[in-house]
């Protein structure tokens, strides 16, 4: 048999076991196309059941994407936007549905990571080597995770194992003499189940900075190099019985241009060592046949160091500690889900902050249901933070399956965004007035109805939202003082396609976002910082005996810069290549070429982007 064809095969398997743990409604259309998520309701449930937009990245894709960020990946997405002020390693941002990049969550394993300071997930220390699948939830979904889930949100899979035991590597070597190098083991059973896996990444660049007029420009390469793990156990000491361990580590050093503004010299490298760690254990029992306890426990380090020469100028360090106990019971008509978290998140910094720690207590229920043809779910969660006070968050969902191929959704949620210590306790210095203690959460209400078409390995769906975001923090002068002063207006609409015909697959998604402005002042009615109002994924693979192709073309629109709308960033286009050949059933060489046509594009204004670039490699996968 092929490999590919047994590759499917395996999936079908999976789906098909997976299935009989999750019944599906008898109008489901086709289950090919129906993958099982969690990150929806926090239960597994079939897309298909969904009254919500999610997507999924497998590892297949994942492996596709070259020496490609995580971030470049996630941008290949429907309803999302990226920038990076360089390079591999650098400072990298998403957009979902057009919300700023702290109002989105990143989950990894379960439990959250980035930085309480910034309030962004680090994107740049997150390998896609480790990575096995990921969820993409677009819109509010604070009902479910709490605060900050106002764009949507994120969550990473490690990599598991499953069968005999079977050890895996790749290497491969790129422009800007890049290489990159995994090796692991991974097996398991009824019994037991593990994975363990290793990998290090080495770049010299380019140089990130491309204005020789700005005053960070420093012409040299900025590199970056990573090294990371995760690794991953299971016991399954008896039927509906499980315990676990999950673990991500990965440490990473990259270089940038900066100046020593009071001595206003020339910019010279600095170096920036960033940690980003997860490690949990849990148990998961069934305690009665209709009721499954989950209990976690973890914590997450997002750990920052900036150097000049060898001299160290800041320290920012978040401790997230988890506890969470989950619990999902099996209803005559549906399924409920009941759950307690223990949120504490700290900071330890050269930045002396006023208040360094505080706790967050939630409390969450939900209901999700397919009753013949209707799809329900209903969530409501409250979050008591000891700086703030609570916050209370809902959603609700309603679908129809009105034939096998046709269905719609249309749902309603709430979502808020907790500030960070940067604006609350930031230390004044200079003509900043320091953080605002007095800050309030930033709210969002988002209304959206979608529609979906499958049949025969093809799907198309369209996506409509409308997201108001209020109480917007800005920093505004004189002071610069952050304030609750500003609102927003997210609406847009998502056409998605994808269809498979014999050998060939094809995929098309298309964005149309109106991010405005609506806070009163000089920016009123413009247009959000660096968000497109139009952008294009399309992808065309074909199989070929041994061979695998895959052709890539995105278009994004103009964007501004700055929130006063007077830094344009043009429009580009990019087409990248994709092709592996499989050696002998085990063995693979693959080659991915980027930016084909050597496009001259920026995300930000002045930071330099990759040109043409090619990745060549070898993998051995036991099949």
Same mark, same amino acid.
């Given at each position: 048999m ?17 299935a ?28 298909n059941e969904?009254t ?8 297949e894709?994942?492996?596709?994407a ?5 971030a ?9 936007q990226y ?5 591999a ?7 979902i ?5 702290n109002?989105?969550?990143?989950l ?9 300071t910034?309030g962004?997930p680090?994107?740049?220390?997150i ?13 509010p ?19 598991r ?5 079977r ?8 422009s ?13 059973s009824?019994?037991?189940s ?21 005053l960070y420009?420093?012409a ?16 399954r000491?008896?039927?509906?019985q499980?315990?676990g ?7 990473g ?11 206003l010299?020339?910019? /010279?490298?600095?170096? =920036?060592?960033? %940690?980003?760690?997860?490690y @949990?254990?849990? $148990?998961? #029992?069934?305690? !009665?046949?209709? &009721? ?27 401790n ?17 889900l ?5 949120? /504490?998140?700290?900071? =330890?910094?050269? %930045?002396?902050y006023t208040? @360094?720690?505080? $706790?967050? #207590?939630?409390l !969450?229920?939900? &209901? ?15 979050d ?13 969902g ?39 203690p007095?800050l ?25 939202y ?7 923090i ?16 997210l ?13 060939w ?13 609506e ?8 247009l959000?910082a660096?968000?497109a ?8 693979t ?52 980027n ?15 990759a ?13």
């Amino acid at each position: 048999m092929h490999p590919k064809k047994r590759r499917a095969r395996s999936a079908v398997t999976l789906t098909v076991g997976l299935a009989t743990l999750f019944p599906v409604a008898s109008h489901a259309a086709d289950q090919s196309l129906d993958p099982i998520v969690v990150t929806a309701t926090r239960q597994a449930t079939r897309t298909n059941e969904l009254t919500s937009d999610v997507s999924v990245i497998t590892r297949e894709e994942i492996e596709q994407a070259g020496e490609s960020t995580l971030a470049q990946l996630l941008a290949r997405q429907p309803g999302i936007q990226y920038v990076e002020n360089g390079g591999a390693g650098s400072n990298a941002s998403i957009f979902i549905r057009g919300a700023n990049s702290n109002q989105s969550i990143v989950l990894v394993d379960g439990q959250r990571i980035g930085s309480a300071t910034t309030g962004s997930p680090t994107l740049s220390r997150i390998p896609l080597d480790q990575i096995e699948r990921i969820e993409i939830l677009r819109g509010p979904a604070s009902s479910l995770y709490g605060a900050d889930a106002i764009g949507g949100v994120i969550q990473i899979f490690t990599r598991r194992g499953e069968g005999p035991p079977r050890v895996n590597a790749s290497t491969g070597y790129g422009s800007y003499n890049t290489s990159d190098t995994t090796v692991g083991i991974a097996g398991g059973s009824e019994l037991v189940s593990y994975s363990v896996q290793a990998a290090y990444l080495n770049t010299d660049g380019f140089n990130t900075i491309r204005n020789r007029k700005n005053l960070y420009y420093n012409a040299d390469r900025d590199g970056y190099w990573n090294r990371n793990l995760s690794a991953n156990f299971a016991l399954r000491p008896a039927k509906g019985q499980e315990i676990g361990l999950n673990l991500l580590a990965s440490n990473g050093t990259n270089q940038y241009d900066s100046n020593d503004f009071s001595a206003l010299g020339a910019a /010279k490298n600095y170096n =920036s060592e960033q %940690t980003v760690s997860t490690y @949990s254990i849990y $148990t998961r #029992n069934r305690l !009665l046949e209709a &009721w499954t306890s989950t209990l976690r426990v973890g914590r997450s380090i997002d750990d920052l160091k900036d150097y000049a020469g060898s001299e160290r100028t800041s320290t920012f360090r978040t401790n997230m500690d988890l506890l969470s106990w989950q619990n999902d019971i099996r209803l005559p008509i549906g399924e409920a889900l009941l759950a307690y978290e223990y949120n /504490k998140q700290r900071v =330890s910094s050269s %930045t002396d902050y006023t208040v @360094s720690e505080r $706790t967050i #207590n939630s409390l !969450l229920a939900g &209901w999700n249901a397919s009753i013949d043809r209707h799809r329900l779910q209903l969530n409501l969660r409250r979050d008591d933070n000891s700086q703030f006070g609570g916050e209370t968050t809902g959603s609700a969902g309603y679908g129809y399956q009105f034939t096998p191929e046709w269905r719609a959704h249309i749902s309603y949620g709430t979502a808020f965004r907790a500030p960070t210590f940067n604006e609350l306790y930031f230390p004044a210095s200079g003509f900043f007035a320091g953080g605002n203690p007095d800050l309030k959460p930033e709210t969002a209400r988002n209304t959206e109805f979608g529609i979906d078409w499958e049949r025969a390995g093809q799907r198309f769906a369209a996506v409509f939202y409308d997201n108001q975001v209020s109480n917007l923090i800005e920093y505004r002068p004189p002071t610069y003082a952050p304030v609750n002063v500003s609102k927003a207006s997210l609406r847009g609409a998502t056409l998605t396609y994808d269809g498979r015909f014999a050998e060939w697959g094809l995929g098309v998604a298309v964005d149309f976002l109106d991010p405005r402005n609506e806070g009163q002042g000089p920016n009123q009615g413009n247009l959000l910082a660096r968000r497109a109002e139009n952008q294009m994924s399309s992808y065309l693979t074909r199989t070929l005996g041994d061979w695998d192709l895959r052709a890539e073309w995105k278009l994004v629109g103009r964007r501004y810069d700055d929130p006063a709308n007077l830094i344009e960033l043009g429009g580009y286009g990019l087409v990248n290549l994709y092709a592996d050949y499989r050696l002998q059933r085990d063995w693979a060489l693959f080659a991915r070429a980027n930016n084909i046509f050597n496009k001259d594009y920026q995300t930000a204004n002045d930071y330099a982007t990759a040109g043409a670039n090619v990745f060549v490699g070898l993998r051995y996968t036991p099949r």
